[in-house]
């Protein structure tokens, strides 16, 4: 264990990252739990994919992505723990409030309600991994903790498919409180309920100290010494193209990660007739499975980069990976079976999930640490406006205006992967010069 490990306890830094994790696990199954329920919502509502791709995306981030930037400034001087607390107990409250919709209308409000509280953790959660974690084993936390992504995707798959299911089958006329929902109501108040206990777990985690410099290891820094908005935005200024180049290079990413996140079940679905339970538990397994281990590999494959001498290894990653799923993203969805889209989805989503988690401990490396909670809120706020947002969207919008065929959801799943996999892989190399110089300024 290196100098910097030893300026906070290790073993409630490995706390706080599990809490973290946890907490970070549970956003994404309430978030995605609605791609399970596309079915019976849509006829409920009688709405349309694009109309559906709204309450998933745009209710979910109107409120998301405004706030992280607050949000961050905030954490950037005032108590993490509590910010994230506060916001773990409204989104789980919210997503029990979904179960309650009666109409399209209170549906997209309570989604917004989600997103709110969603948007007070990972601004909040990198600043603290920030002053628990030097810089060598700072890629390896945030890998770490990205690993929420996939383990709470494929959750929501597995427990929304299995959960829903099971509600169909059952006689519920005989409990008061449930007789007068639906099954995918209920499904709602089922994955909201976990989020208390996290609430719970978190009052027992310590705010540690802030430290300067990009090893954790400077000297311990006041709330006095928070450094002022404009300066902030005058960093990002001076280094626009390190910061907009990894930005914008992880939104086109994004684009494709959230559009496959909310389409695949149901293209299982229309395309090779799979049940819920059938399509959510592979799925779910996959995303599990694959997904976290590329998670976990990311940071992996950037120390392999970094040994090699690339200073730029994390982001320089999210270059190679753009790359190299081209022809496998936009093959997966065209396949003649369900059984070979399946097997190609296996190391699509293992090689795009590497990306994230090393691209967030990248930017911060490249940004004092009175910076980095309003960094992370930026970039997530970029990422979620174009992926979270639109990517569900953009998929939405070839399948009905322009193919204007349910069925052709397979074709535009792949349109989006022809599109931004090589987008993204020019942003990220026209940038990483520039990240380089920025890297030097903060060392």
């Not at 299911?165 to 499904?187: C, E, G, H, N, R």
Request: with cysteine; hydrophobic share 55%; charged share 10%.
């Amino acid at each position: 264990m290196s100098e910097a490990d030893n300026t906070v306890d290790s073993k409630h830094a490995n706390y706080v990252l599990t809490i973290l994790l946890v907490a970070y696990i549970l956003s994404f199954i309430d978030r995605n739990i609605l791609a399970l329920l596309v079915g019976p919502i849509r006829e409920d509502f009688a709405i349309s994919d694009f109309q559906f791709s709204l309450l998933h995306g745009l209710a979910f981030t109107l409120f998301y992505i405004f706030l992280g930037l607050p949000i961050g400034w905030l954490a950037d001087r005032y108590s993490r723990k509590w910010i994230i607390t506060g916001g773990v107990l409204f989104w789980s409250l919210m997503t029990c409030w979904c179960g309650l919709a009666k109409n399209f209308g209170s549906l997209f409000i309570t989604r917004i309600g989600v997103g709110v509280g969603e948007a007070t953790l990972s601004p909040a959660a990198y600043s603290l991994m920030g002053d628990y974690f030097s810089a060598k084993r700072l890629s390896w936390a945030t890998a770490i903790f990205a690993m929420g992504i996939t383990l709470g995707s494929g959750g929501s798959y597995i427990i929304g498919g299995w959960l829903y299911d099971q509600l169909v089958l059952m006689d519920l006329s005989q409990w008061p409180l449930l007789s007068a929902m639906k099954p995918w109501q209920i499904t709602f108040v089922g994955v909201g309920l976990p989020g208390f206990l996290v609430v719970i777990l978190m009052l027992f985690v310590k705010e540690p100290p802030r430290r300067s410099g990009s090893e954790g290891e400077g000297e311990q820094l006041s709330v006095e010494e928070a450094i002022p908005l404009q300066q902030v935005l005058a960093y990002w200024r001076t280094h626009w193209q390190a910061y907009s180049s990894v930005m914008l290079g992880v939104s086109a990413m994004s684009i494709i990660g959230y559009g496959t996140l909310i389409w695949y079940p149901e293209f299982l679905f229309r395309t090779y007739q799979l049940s819920k339970t059938e399509a959510g538990g592979i799925l779910g397994t996959i995303f599990i499975v694959a997904g976290t281990a590329g998670t976990l590999s990311g940071a992996w494959f950037s120390t392999l980069l970094q040994n090699r001498g690339y200073q730029d290894a994390n982001v320089r990653l999210v270059m190679l990976v753009a790359l190299l799923l081209i022809i496998p993203a936009v093959a997966a969805p065209l396949m003649p079976s369900g059984e070979i889209a399946l097997w190609l989805t296996v190391p699509v989503i293992f090689f795009h999930y590497t990306h994230f988690g090393v691209a967030m401990a990248g930017l911060q490396l490249i940004t004092p640490n009175r910076m980095r909670a309003q960094t992370s809120a930026l970039m997530l706020f970029m990422t979620n406006l174009f992926g979270l947002a639109l990517g569900g969207s953009f998929v939405a919008f070839f399948t009905d205006f322009i193919f204007q065929d349910d069925l052709a959801l397979r074709y535009s799943l792949a349109v989006v992967a022809i599109i931004f996999y090589p987008l993204a892989a020019i942003l990220i190399g026209l940038g990483l010069k520039h990240y380089r110089a920025a890297l030097l300024v903060v060392r």
